[in-house]
């Protein structure tokens, strides 16, 4: 199983971008899944998914400016990110839960500069 991250790139303050996720190869029963962003010197935080039961969390740092998507039928995952601030700049990873597997994507730049 693997799952590509795309969507990612430098934007001003304000700007918008959004990110994809989408799992291939022999996917079985996702349960939670979510983006996660790590800035230099600080620890990986959650930044948004889905609980096993449907659920959605979001950091409180990001809610009402982020938007957290998915498609079922492609098994793909989408975070749409609006009113884009400079504390958002980090490296955002997404992460599927399989059965007893934890799922990692390779991480995805978001640089919010002017």
């Given at each position: 199983?693997?799952?590509?991250?795309?969507?990612?790139?430098?934007?001003?303050?304000?700007?918008?971008?959004?990110?994809?996720c989408?799992?291939?190869?022999?996917?079985?029963?996702?349960?939670?899944?979510?983006?996660?962003?790590q800035?230099?010197?600080?620890?990986?935080?959650?930044?948004?998914?889905?609980?096993?039961?449907?659920?959605?969390?979001?950091?409180?740092?990001?809610?009402?400016?982020?938007?957290?998507?998915?498609?079922?039928?492609n098994?793909?995952?989408?975070?749409q990110?609006?009113?884009?601030?400079?504390?958002?700049?980090?490296i955002?990873s997404?992460?599927?839960?399989?059965?007893?597997l934890?799922?990692?994507?390779?991480?995805?730049q978001?640089?919010?500069?002017s």
């Open positions: 199983v693997q799952l590509q991250a795309s969507g990612g790139g430098l934007v001003q303050p304000g700007g918008s971008l959004g990110l994809s989408a799992a291939s190869g022999s996917i079985f029963s996702i349960g939670a899944m979510g983006w996660y962003r800035a230099p010197g600080k620890q990986r935080e959650l930044v948004a998914g889905f609980t096993t039961d449907g659920r959605m969390y979001y950091a409180d740092s990001v809610k009402g400016r982020f938007t957290l998507s998915r498609d079922n039928a098994n793909t995952l989408y975070l990110m609006n009113s884009l601030k400079p504390e958002d700049t980090a955002y997404c992460n599927m839960i399989m059965g007893a934890s799922v990692w994507g390779k991480g995805t978001v640089t919010v500069s």
